[in-house]
């Protein structure tokens, strides 16, 4: 056994430099690729995943749940909503939301959808009282972003639409077909803001109620710069209307 390791402990010994030379290189090669992976995982436990769902079964009377999955803290800039027609998409910021902005929203059902909410912000709303829901949004919290037949009126008469209860505009035979929620955060570790949006489908049940269904089973996360852009158009956008 020894003697067939002769040679090759031979060649080894002769070209002792360049197996050196080998092994260092290789040692290199594996502590970048260890950094390397350190420095991804790191930023993905920085970055947060923010998360867009419904609730009370998809009924569109339910509220619209924002949560940040991540491990850090995030400030909540600004909601958008984009409600799509068979004829147009109206764009509307629903950052803030009054039961009076929302008297008017048609609904299936007789209940009552006003709920105290789980966070400070976007719960139990007063007549006339401003709430806001931009602010601070910790890891593993949520808050209600108001119900989904409020903002989807809202929208509409920030447009000079008003919706009657089968979600098709008075008037006209206009139907609401689809709403995006979409939000505008800020991070301490990020220069730019980012956001999240996801796409809910009007769809009316067979002899039941109005339900909002997902699109997809994920909350579409905006981090590209591509995406950051977009979000600062929309910032700009939310800005000249507020003047």
């Known amino acids: 056994m020894l003697s067939q390791l002769s040679p090759l402990w031979g060649w080894i010994t002769d070209n002792a ?56 803290v995030v400030f909540v800039e600004s909601i958008l909503a984009r409600l799509e027609t068979d004829r147009q998409t109206l764009t509307c910021d629903i950052t803030e939301l009054t039961d009076e902005d929302t008297r008017q929203q048609p609904s299936s059902s007789d209940e009552d959808t006003t709920e105290k909410g789980d966070t400070d912000k976007g719960g139990g709303e007063e007549e ?33 639409l008003t919706l009657d209860h089968d979600y098709t505009v008075k008037g006209s035979d206009e139907v609401i077909k689809a709403i995006d929620i979409n939000l505008i955060v800020i991070q301490a570790t990020e220069k730019r803001p980012i956001g999240a949006r996801r796409r809910f489908q009007l769809v009316q049940n067979d002899n039941g109620p109005m339900l909002v269904v997902p699109e997809s089973h994920q909350t579409h996360q905006l981090y590209s710069r591509r995406q950051r852009r977009a979000l600062d158009q929309w910032r700009q956008d939310i800005n000249i209307e507020s003047l």
Not at 31 to 53: E, F, H, T, Y
Not at 143 to 156: E, G, L
Request: net charge positive; proline share 3%; charged share 15%.
């Open 17 to 72: 430099i360049v197996v050196g030379g080998l092994a260092s290189i290789g040692h290199v090669l594996i502590w970048g690729i260890a950094m390397q992976v350190a420095v991804s995982d790191a930023r993905a436990l920085r970055r947060p995943a923010l998360l867009i769902k419904h609730g009370k079964a998809r009924r569109v009377e339910g509220p619209c749940l924002v949560s940040n999955m991540g491990h850090g």
């Open 128 to 160: 006339g009282e401003l709430v806001t829901r931009m602010g601070p949004l910790n890891s593993m919290q949520y808050m209600k972003a108001s119900s989904f037949d409020r903002i989807i009126a809202y929208t509409a008469r920030q447009h000079g």
